[in-house]
């Protein structure tokens, strides 16, 4: 198949489409309409092969968690997703892999009413990179500089299961089949915190950042742009059924402080929000906990329940 037929066969069949899309795939650009009262949030992210995935993960997981990254830095920004673009270069053309790739890709994007509108198609090296765009009331996003001494310091959902997934894949651990799914799933296909990124917004959060490269590497991210420091418990940092049952406790700490790839929100609020805010995300089906709070001095200091330092490995992950 050529680069055109391709590009109809796959990539332009998205069946539902959104209103505000003036002009989609097949011209040079796409055209949107932006409302008038709302702001453009934008992130772009790339998976390539052997760093993000191995090549023998499922395509459509691929096509899921290259636009569920994405997704996941709009939530934690508070926007609304909307429109993406995909630029894909793949070393050739497999019929069933694009297929694949796509059923994962626009299940996503169908649940959340995002159209891809562009994209570009090239051979070489597996990479898909996606930009992912969004809506937010002006001045209103959810950003990482808003965090304030005093706040409690909250995450979403539970920690670790994507890191030892993780470990599962790369065979330095071994499980029963039906437990390796469940953390396989939680590696491979993030569910993006969108609606818990809308509720944070809309009811008092202060700062929010997606937990990619791990809990305590994000935090700081956040704590830097907050110019803050934090004291953590993390005997508090929640963690799944399965894990907690399979893991030893101190192993499963350190997958839940320092592994990427769960797509949590770790977020801050003052504590008379947080009622308020455990309340709306329940409805949302979303669990937070509070995990610890924000202090003037500008340190990371972790501690065990019973107050005692914590001293155990922290290194989240980095590229370079
Ligand atoms: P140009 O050469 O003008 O950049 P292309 O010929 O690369 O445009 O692409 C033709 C049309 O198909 C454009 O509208 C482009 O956005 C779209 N497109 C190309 N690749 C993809 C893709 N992987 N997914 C979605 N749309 C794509
Ligand atoms: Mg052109």
């Known amino acids: 198949m050529?680069?055109?037929?391709?590009?109809?066969?796959?990539?332009?069949?998205?069946?539902?489409?959104?209103?505000?899309?003036?002009?989609?795939?097949?011209?040079?650009?796409?055209?949107?309409?932006?409302?008038?009262?709302?702001?453009?949030?934008?992130?772009t992210d790339s998976l390539i092969e052997n760093v993000h995935f191995l090549p023998e993960t499922d395509p459509a997981a691929i096509g899921h968690k290259a636009l569920a990254v994405n997704l996941s830095d709009l939530a934690a920004m508070g926007a609304v997703p909307s429109w993406v673009t995909l630029a894909l270069t793949m070393p050739s053309f497999d019929h069933a892999w694009c297929e694949a790739f796509c059923a994962g890709f626009f299940a996503l994007a169908t649940r959340y009413q995002v159209q891809l509108i562009g994209g570009n198609l090239a051979k070489g090296p597996l990479n898909i990179t996606v930009e992912a765009m969004g809506l937010v009331d002006t001045n209103h996003s959810l950003l990482r500089k808003n965090a304030r001494v005093g706040d409690k310091i909250f995450v979403t959902g539970t920690l670790g299961d994507a890191g030892y997934g993780l470990a599962l894949q790369q065979k330095k651990k071994s499980l029963s089949a039906d437990l390796s799914s469940y953390f396989l799933t939680r590696l491979n296909q993030p569910e993006p915190q969108i609606a818990a990124g809308l509720v944070l917004r809309e009811n008092g959060a202060h700062a929010a950042i997606d937990i990619s490269d791990g809990f305590i590497a994000d935090l700081t991210h956040l704590l830097q742009a907050s110019d803050v420091g934090a004291r953590i418990n993390v005997d508090a940092i929640p963690q799944s059924a399965a894990l907690i049952e399979h893991v030893a406790s101190v192993e499963r700490l350190t997958f839940a402080l320092t592994s990427g790839d769960d797509y949590e929100l770790c977020f801050t609020a003052p504590a008379h929000h947080e009622k308020l805010l455990q309340e709306k995300l329940a409805s949302v089906h979303c669990r937070m906990t509070?995990?610890?709070?924000?202090i003037s001095d500008k340190k990371l200091i972790l501690h065990r329940q019973n107050g005692e330092i914590y001293h155990g490995t922290i290194q989240g992950y980095e590229h370079f």
């Open 290 to 294: 509070s995990v610890g709070e924000i």
């Open 2 to 43: 050529g680069e055109f037929s391709i590009i109809t066969e796959f990539f332009a069949q998205q069946k539902n489409k959104r209103a505000d899309v003036l002009v989609g795939i097949g011209d040079d650009a796409a055209i949107v309409a932006v409302p008038q009262d709302q702001q453009l949030v934008i992130t």
